[in-house]
């Protein structure tokens, strides 16, 4: 029943943002195949109305706001680790060639791997993968950025 936009603390405002997401269907659908939603019937108005009524869902919105700052604790050591490798003395070369032969092939396996591990289980996944990037692979980042500066000063690089 409807007070308009008013939300009377029963949900009743929750069930009319989900309304706002489904397609109009007022017309009976004779043939009883799913009926779908025809963009460039819809409007960019309506489309922007839409997502703003998505987002403003609570699930929605932790989930915006943890794809938003995961990556925080690592930032830094994601993007100046190779900066620092070539200031050390690695090669520009290697570097370039660090990325295509080792982090894209374990970016493709470890998902894999982890999914057979943790069975429908994916918060736990993402928050044990999450505390061992922020702990471990800082850990590690350092300890490669040494061993090329050592190698540096035993000029092996």
């Known amino acids: 029943g409807g007070n308009g936009n008013k939300n009377n603390g029963n949900g009743e405002n929750d069930l009319e943002k989900r309304q706002l997401l489904l397609p109009n269907n007022n017309k009976v659908d004779d043939d009883d195949d799913d009926q779908e939603l025809d963009a460039a019937r819809l ?88 505390r061992f990037r922020v702990t471990f692979v800082a850990l590690i980042d350092v300890l490669m950025l040494l061993t090329v500066r050592s190698y540096k000063n035993n000029d092996g690089i």
């Open 43 to 130: 409007g960019i108005a309506e489309t922007y109305h839409r997502l703003y009524a998505a987002l403003r869902l609570p699930a929605v919105q932790s989930l915006v706001l943890i794809l938003l700052t995961y990556r925080l604790p690592c930032a830094l050591s994601d993007n100046v680790k190779f900066l620092k490798a070539v200031e050390f003395g690695l090669s520009k070369q290697t570097t370039a060639l660090l990325s295509p032969t080792i982090v894209l092939p374990l970016g493709i396996i470890v998902p894999i791997v982890a999914t057979k591990v943790w069975h429908n289980h994916p918060l736990r996944q993402f928050m044990a993968a999450f």
